[in-house]
C-alpha cells in the first residue's frame, strides 16, 4: 500500500459526547450534501457507504446533491443557519474552508481526528489543505476539514485524432504547442475550454508554473513573501495565454462556457484536448464510447495542480455531529476506498492489488509520480474569497480582447493585494 500524501479557526470542537464506535441513530436523519454525480468514483463509492451506514447506525440519510457552483457561493449563508446539513463535501482552501473556519462556521474536528485516527491515513502534504490556523489559512492549525481522496491536473486526449493526424504524444512544452498548431493548420480547434469558470484559469495558472518553483508557490497561496504579477512566471503565462487566442487554440466562444460545457464537447469529440482534472476521469471512463482517449502529464512542467480532494465538512450548527463522524469514519474504509480506486478516482490510501481496473492503475501511477516528486501547486483560485471570480473575470477580458496581457495582470495584483490585506 502507499499513501497519497497533499488550515484552525473559530469553530468549537466537536465535542467527546459525539464521539463513539458505536453510534445509535434509531429515528434520526443524517443530512449529507455532496456534489458528485452517482456515475462518479465517489458517486459510486459513497453510494455504497450509504448503505453500510444506515445499517450499521440504524438511522436514514437524506442525501442531496449541490452543484459545485452552488457549495462555492452559497455555503456561508446556508452554514451560518439553523437549516445547515450535518455533513458536506466543500471546497477546500483559504478562500472556501478557510474563511469559513476563521468565521467559526465549521466544526473543530481535532479530537475527532485523534479518536477515529483519521490523521494516520492522511499524512505529510496531504494534511494542508485540511488545517487552517486562527486567520483561515491553511497548512497549520486544526483540523476543518477531512478528505478522503486526491486530485491533480492533467491533460486528457483523443488517441483516435492524434493517431489520424499522425500526432504523437507531447514531451516537452514546445512540442505541445507544435501538436496544437498542427491541428489548427488542419482546420481542427484543439483545446475544449471554458473561460466562465475553472478551466481557463487552471491553464492560465498551469502556464505560469512552467517557470515557477516551489517557493513562488509558497508565497503565492500562504503569503510568506512578495508576489508580483510583474514576474517572469505570471508575464510569461499571461503572454502564452493571448498567443493561444491568436492562434486559435481554443473556441472563440470559450469566454461564455462552463466547465460543463467542455467537458461534454471532449466526450462528444469535438475537440481532442482537455486540459482538466482527475475529477473527470470516471465520468470520461463511462461516458466516452465513441473514441479512446487517454491522459499525459501537462508536458514540460516541473508541478502541477492538485492537493488531497474536496474534504468532508461538519458545519458548526450540525445537529447530529456524532452520525456526521461516523458517515466520515465509513468513507475512509479500505471497501470504500477501494470503490473509489476502481471508478477512475484517487482514493487517499491505496491497496494496489485491490485496484484491477488497467486505466484507473495507470492513473494511480501518476498520480504517484505527481506525489512522490512533490509536484502538487494548490490551485489559483485559493489566496483570497474573491479570486476565483477575480480570475474569471481577468481571463475573460483577456480572451474578449478588452484587456491585454499587461492589463490582466495589473487587475489581478490589485484583486490579489486586496483579498490578502483583508485576511492578514
Request: with cysteine; charged share 20%; aromatic share 14%.
Amino acid at each position: 500500500m502507499f499513501a497519497l500524501a497533499a488550515c484552525s479557526g473559530g469553530g468549537s470542537d466537536a465535542g467527546s459526547d459525539a464521539l463513539a464506535t458505536d453510534v445509535d441513530g434509531a429515528g434520526r436523519t443524517l443530512t449529507m450534501w455532496d456534489f458528485e454525480t452517482p456515475d462518479s468514483d465517489r458517486g459510486i463509492a459513497w453510494l455504497a457507504a450509504r448503505d453500510i451506514f444506515t445499517k450499521e447506525t440504524g438511522a436514514e440519510i437524506a442525501y442531496e446533491f449541490k452543484a459545485f457552483e452552488q457549495l462555492r457561493t452559497g455555503a456561508s449563508q446556508i452554514f451560518n443557519s439553523n437549516s445547515a446539513p450535518d455533513v458536506v463535501e466543500y471546497n477546500k482552501g483559504n478562500a472556501t474552508s478557510g474563511l469559513l473556519s476563521s468565521q467559526g462556521l465549521l466544526t473543530n474536528l481535532d479530537e475527532a481526528v485523534e479518536f477515529y485516527g483519521w490523521d494516520k491515513l492522511i499524512p505529510g502534504a496531504l494534511q494542508t489543505t485540511a488545517k487552517y490556523d486562527e486567520q483561515g489559512i491553511m497548512g497549520s492549525g486544526s483540523w476543518y476539514g477531512i478528505p478522503n481522496y486526491g486530485e491533480f491536473t492533467f491533460v486528457y486526449y483523443n488517441k483516435d485524432v492524434f493517431a489520424a493526424n499522425g500526432l504523437e504524444v507531447p514531451t516537452t512544452y514546445d512540442e505541445f504547442t507544435a501538436v496544437l498548431d498542427a491541428f489548427v493548420a488542419k482546420g481542427i480547434t484543439p483545446l475544449a475550454e471554458a473561460g466562465a469558470e475553472y478551466p481557463l484559469q487552471q491553464l492560465f495558472y498551469q502556464l505560469a508554473l512552467l517557470k515557477a518553483d516551489r517557493q513562488w508557490i509558497t508565497d503565492y497561496q500562504t503569503y510568506t513573501g512578495e508576489v508580483d504579477f510583474e514576474d517572469a512566471a505570471w508575464s510569461y503565462a499571461a503572454d502564452q495565454l493571448q498567443t493561444y487566442v491568436d492562434k486559435g487554440y481554443f473556441s472563440a466562444d470559450a469566454s461564455g462556457l462552463k466547465a460543463e460545457d467542455a467537458g461534454t464537447a471532449f466526450i462528444s469529440g469535438e475537440y481532442p484536448i482537455f486540459f482538466s482534472g482527475s475529477w473527470w476521469f470516471g465520468r470520461f471512463k463511462t461516458e466516452i464510447t465513441g473514441f479512446e482517449w487517454d491522459t499525459f502529464l501537462f508536458p514540460g512542467a516541473e508541478f502541477t495542480m492538485g492537493s488531497a480532494g474536496n474534504h468532508w465538512v461538519i458545519p458548526e450548527t450540525a445537529k447530529n455531529k456524532d452520525l456526521a463522524f461516523k458517515w466520515i469514519d465509513i468513507t475512509m474504509r479500505p471497501e470504500i476506498q477501494n470503490l473509489i480506486g476502481n471508478n477512475g478516482g484517487i482514493p487517499l490510501v491505496v491497496d494496489e492489488t485491490a485496484i484491477t481496473d488497467e486505466k484507473s492503475k495507470a492513473l494511480l501511477s501518476q498520480w504517484k509520480t505527481v506525489v512522490d516528486e512533490d509536484q502538487l501547486s494548490f490551485y489559483p483560485d485559493w489566496p483570497t474569497a474573491t479570486f476565483y471570480d477575480d480570475l474569471v473575470a481577468a481571463s475573460q477580458e483577456l480572451i474578449n480582447g478588452s484587456t491585454d496581457p499587461s492589463g490582466m495582470l495589473t487587475e489581478l495584483q490589485s484583486k490579489y493585494d486586496d483579498g490578502v490585506a483583508d485576511i492578514k
